[in-house]
Structures are given as structure tokens and as C-alpha cells.
């Protein structure tokens, strides 16, 4: 990393502990009914009756969302998400921020909102499983996928302030509308349109298997985005200084394209029922399908929730502690 563009260990801390307790968050939307805070041992009645939602994308969501509102704190950044399964990380970010508390004044940064936001996901009366009309920002659901760049270049059009970053997965990538939006880049770029920041979540699977555009060498990965007209950087891995300096790299260059790669499912469980997991397609939606019913699962879940130590990162009566 070049020094003098690198970002404090303080700073590096801070991103490490907003995206720990966005992790923590999404788990807890995905599988619990109560006992949010793990004040006592997990029981199956803790558990909600029926789960549904996605893993495998959300800590990449994370990662990415808190490294952009870092680094575009002081200026106009609008979040277009493609993967819009992955809507519990985007939904833990927004009640994070205060965002959701703007249009929905339950979700507090108090146990109460706590429940209310992880309760209500993907549950009777309460949140969807992906981006809606619900979502404050949302423009995509994201659910069709392939739509999100497009989305993003037309969010663009007019808005020369606006810089408008829109995170594909890898499995999206593989849709003919996803790749006929790349052509967007020649058509509408200009001094009187946003500049639009693609980020490519290379996390190597998708629902049912790997993706294609993952199992290139790096090199075609690259000269395929430089095919397009764009300037491929590439963040390997995590770290908030390896994006924080792809990001500042990106301001720069013509028409920047971030390829992130990441874990699939990273900081959820690495195997289940002697199946690999973590960095898989397994981790796509529910790893623990059987924590209501199935007491080595429903451990495995509380082990997971506690890696995070949520205890250091919110304290009741102060809220979060980033």
C-alpha cells in the first residue's frame, strides 16, 4: 500500500467492528425469534419456526458498504445492491446507520429495535427477504438480478455530483442483461452524469454450484473488464486497508471496476454434517437448516453468534460501541 493514502489502525478497527456487528446482525435476522443478545443459552424456542434468507453474500455486503459510507462520508454516494438476496446485510447496515429508524421509528438502537429488526425479517407482517419498496434508498429489488448496473447508470443520468456504487455477484455476472449494461460505460459517461463504481463480489459460487466468470485466470477476468472499457482494481480478501486503497485507487483511474474477492459465507460455519460449508455453494441461504430441531446444529449456531462477541460492540442503555 502506497503510504500516506493508508487509513489508521484506529480507523481499520472501526470498519473490523461495524462489520462484526453487521455479521452478528444478519445471522440474528436469519434464525432468531428471541434471546437476541444470547443473555442465556440457546433453545429451540429461540429459534424461529420456519427460516428463510441467504448467508453466503452477506458479509461481503458488509465489508463493502462500510468501506464506501468510510470513504464517501463527506460526499454524495448512492448503494445499488444486485444480489438483493442478500438483504439482511443491507438491512442491518441501514438500522446501523439510523437510516431505517428515518422511515421506521421501532427500529431503534435499543434492545426493542434490536428485536424488532431481527423478529420481523423475512417473518409474517414484517420485513421481506430481499430489497423492496420497504428499503429506504432501494431502487432494485435485486431478486431478478442482472438489472443492477443498468439501474445504477440510469440512477446517473443528470446527477454529475452523485458517485453511484452497485455491487454485482458473480452469478448475476452471468446474465445477458448484466453483461449488455457493461456497454452502458461508452453510452453515458460524461461530465453531466454520476460516476457509477461497479463492485463484482467474487465469492465463487451460487446457489446450486460455482460461477463461471470466478473459475477464469485472472488474467481473462481482467482483460474481460478491460474489454468493456473499464479499469479493473482488485481487492483480495477483507482487510479495510486493501479497499480503502482500491477505492482511493479508483479515483484516479477511467472508469473504475472493483473485483472483490471473498470467502463465500466467510465468518459462518466452515462445515456442517461433514460437508463443507464456508467457501462453498452451501453457504448460499440457511447453513443450519436444522437449528430449531437439531441440538449439534443449534450449537453450532451459538458458537457462531458468539464469534462475533456482539457483548463488546453494543451495551444496553448506550448502543453501539464502534
Request: glycine share 10%.
Amino acid at each position: 500500500m502506497n503510504p500516506g493514502v493508508g487509513i489508521s489502525y484506529k480507523t481499520s478497527e472501526q470498519l473490523r467492528r461495524r462489520v462484526r456487528a453487521t455479521d452478528y446482525l444478519v445471522v440474528a435476522e436469519l434464525f432468531l425469534l428471541k434471546n437476541f443478545l444470547l443473555e442465556h443459552p440457546l433453545s429451540p424456542e429461540d429459534i424461529k419456526p420456519r427460516l428463510l434468507g441467504h448467508w453466503g453474500t452477506c458479509h461481503g455486503i458488509n465489508v463493502a458498504y462500510a468501506n464506501l459510507k468510510h470513504f464517501y462520508k463527506n460526499r454524495e454516494l448512492q448503494f445499488v445492491l444486485g444480489p438483493g438476496h442478500g438483504f439482511p446485510a443491507l438491512q442491518a447496515n441501514l438500522f446501523l446507520d439510523g437510516d431505517l429508524e428515518k422511515v421506521d421509528h421501532n427500529a431503534t438502537h435499543t434492545l426493542k429495535g434490536i428485536e424488532y429488526l431481527c423478529k420481523n425479517f423475512s417473518f409474517p407482517g414484517g420485513f421481506p427477504s430481499h430489497s423492496s419498496p420497504l428499503t429506504p434508498g432501494v431502487i432494485t429489488e435485486g431478486g431478478e438480478l442482472g438489472y443492477a448496473l443498468g439501474a445504477a447508470y440510469g440512477a446517473a443520468l443528470g446527477h454529475p455530483e452523485k458517485t453511484i456504487a452497485v455491487m454485482i455477484g458473480d452469478g448475476e455476472f452471468e446474465t445477458g442483461t448484466a453483461l449488455a449494461s457493461l456497454n452502458l460505460n461508452k453510452l453515458i459517461a460524461g461530465e453531466t452524469n454520476g460516476r457509477i463504481l461497479p463492485i463484482l463480489a467474487l465469492n465463487g459460487y451460487k446457489i446450486c454450484g460455482p460461477t463461471v466468470f470466478a473459475r477464469k485466470s485472472e488474467r481473462e477476468q481482467l482483460e474481460t473488464i478491460r474489454g468493456f472499457g473499464f479499469t479493473p482494481i482488485i481487492v483480495d480478501g477483507d482487510e479495510p486497508e486493501k479497499f480503502q486503497f482500491a477505492l482511493y485507487t479508483a479515483e484516479s483511474v477511467k472508469s473504475p471496476f472493483i473485483l472483490m474477492k471473498t470467502e463465500k459465507g466467510k465468518t459462518g460455519p466452515e462445515e456442517v454434517d461433514g460437508h463443507k460449508v464456508a467457501g462453498n455453494y452451501l453457504a448460499h441461504q440457511i447453513p443450519l437448516p436444522l437449528a430449531k430441531t437439531n441440538t449439534e446444529q443449534l450449537a453450532q449456531l451459538e458458537e457462531w453468534l458468539k464469534s462475533y462477541h456482539f457483548e463488546e460492540l453494543y451495551v444496553e442503555g448506550k448502543g453501539f460501541c464502534l
